[in-house]
């Protein structure tokens, strides 16, 4: 499954360079990306482009780095979860999640993006070595350091903590 693939990917990566390069896995498989200024509302999109049958990845410049990583990675969640209806619809756009349909498919590929960014096999290891278990709370100390090692944010490093199954306190992440 190109799921599976994908995270076995960013796992292999993180061990050989010592991080995730979503932007390298991006064009691994085959997908263009761009940095382009757009508004403050607007994060990123992903399209099928009908002249050079290629995808392609738009973010927004503008944005801080761990926010276009997590861009990149939900848009590449499209593509490796539903590269046909990019394909029939042209672009996909969040903030175009208006029927029911949409709305999962956006659940879904934040899902993915996180399992891209953060795989749970790397995040066990991390917790093992510090001898955090499921049954404590994770301190701020933990959720800090999986979001520098991961390049991710402090809220999405707690928020994937806590779909892991992690005790998280809600003021660690406001």
């Known amino acids: 499954m190109k799921k599976d693939t994908i995270i076995q990917k960013a796992i292999a990566m993180y061990k050989k360079q010592g991080y995730i390069d979503i932007a390298q ?89 996180s399992e891209i960014l953060m795989p749970e096999p790397l995040i066990i290891e991390m917790a093992e070595a510090q001898q955090i278990s499921k049954d404590q709370v994770v301190g701020n100390d933990f959720i800090q350091q999986i979001a520098k090692s991961f390049q991710v944010s402090k809220q999405a490093a707690a928020i994937r903590l806590k779909q892991l199954g992690y005790n998280i306190i809600l003021s660690y992440i406001l």
């Open 25 to 113: 896995l991006a064009t691994t498989e085959g997908i263009a990306l761009y940095a382009i200024n757009g508004d403050k509302d607007f994060n990123a999109h992903i399209r099928y482009n009908t002249e050079t049958n290629t995808y392609e990845i738009e973010t927004n410049a503008s944005h801080p780095t761990t926010r276009m990583r997590y861009s990149v990675a939900h848009e590449l969640a499209h593509y490796i979860l539903e590269p046909e209806r990019i394909k029939k619809v042209g672009t996909i756009k969040r903030h175009k999640a208006d029927n029911p349909d949409d709305k999962q498919s956006e659940r879904n590929a934040e899902q993915l993006a």
